[in-house]
């Protein structure tokens, strides 16, 4: 298993393709359609959350703000919507590790997350980060 | 005869879309409701996807959820849409992938060229 994603899409049909996607790539993965945060805090923490930043009744930048405030703040997040300014506002927030815009195909899905897993490890090992590919944001 | 789906958020904008391809080509529309089981069939040889939608990711998903589909990333799509942000922002990576962008208003002639290119595309590669 290359990691554990969490997704998190109000759209079904598109949360289960994505989950679909990320498994035959070798990663495991959480699917949430409406994200609980009672659900998120009793899954096994993910080495990536994967959100969209339009959910129906809750903002996925509230979302990854809470994520962040009540998990040790390591797990890197990756926002992904249509919208250019929910993810220029999600760039801006520093909390997000990189932000992908749709549509998008597998490669660009699988190379994000796998970017983003690197970049985490590296950083927690002191290494050097390569961006290349991704859209950065300074982490708070 | 090129068995062309039209999606769009509901049926009337489909049909309108539709109508004007009906005769040289089977035509089938759906809604933001049926538009998943429908091009799930994986039976058409076109897309043309209406992605002006209320929920301004709903058209968006559902070229993403092609995209990732392993096989119905093969079929081609032309996506259509009024003059827009959006559409100006993900222009070079529509036409990256060989997707069709029909801005409203069209002509009818401009409709015929996207559909014989695209449909052109898939005929060049099978």
């Known amino acids: 298993v290359k990691g554990h994603v969490v ?3 109000d759209e079904r049909e598109l ?3 994505m989950r679909f996607a ?3 790539e070798g990663f495991s993965v959480t699917a949430l359609e409406a994200p609980d945060p009672r659900q998120l805090a009793t899954t096994t923490p993910p080495d990536v959350f994967l959100i969209d930043l339009l959910l129906g009744t809750t903002h996925g930048q509230a979302l990854a703000d809470w994520l962040e405030a009540n998990t040790d703040g390591n797990i890197p997040m990756i926002g992904i919507s249509a919208s250019s300014t929910e993810l220029h506002l999600a760039q801006q927030s520093g909390v997000f590790c990189a932000v992908l815009a749709k549509p998008f195909d597998l490669k660009s899905l699988i190379g994000c997350v796998s970017e983003c897993l690197v970049r985490t490890a590296s950083a927690s090992s002191g290494g050097a980060i390569d961006t290349r590919g991704l859209f950065p ?3 708070r | 005869m090129a068995r062309i789906c039209v999606v769009g958020e509901n049926l009337t904008m489909s049909r309108l879309l539709g109508e004007l391809l009906e ?3 089977e035509v089938q529309y759906c809604d933001a409701e049926s538009a ?3 091009l ?6 076109l897309i043309v996807l209406d992605v002006a939608w209320s929920n ?3 058209g968006w998903d559902v070229l993403t959820f092609l995209q990732l589909h392993p096989t119905l990333h093969k079929i081609p799509v032309v996506v259509c849409s009024g003059p827009s942000y959006e559409l100006i922002v993900k222009r070079e990576w529509l036409k990256q992938r060989g997707i069709g962008i029909l801005e409203k208003p069209f002509e009818l002639d401009d409709l015929d060229g996207h559909i014989g290119t695209a449909l052109g595309h898939m005929q060049n590669a099978s």
């Not at chain 2, 799930?40 to 040889?45: A, S």
């Open chain 1, 22 to 24: 990320l498994e035959a």
């Open chain 2, 40 to 45: 799930r069939q994986g039976i058409f040889d």
């Open chain 2, 36 to 38: 998943y089981d429908t």
């Open chain 2, 23 to 25: 005769g040289p080509h």
């Open chain 1, 15 to 17: 949360l289960e393709m």
């Open chain 1, 137 to 139: 944001v300074n982490r």
């Open chain 2, 56 to 58: 301004p990711e709903g």
């Open chain 1, 7 to 9: 997704v998190i899409d």
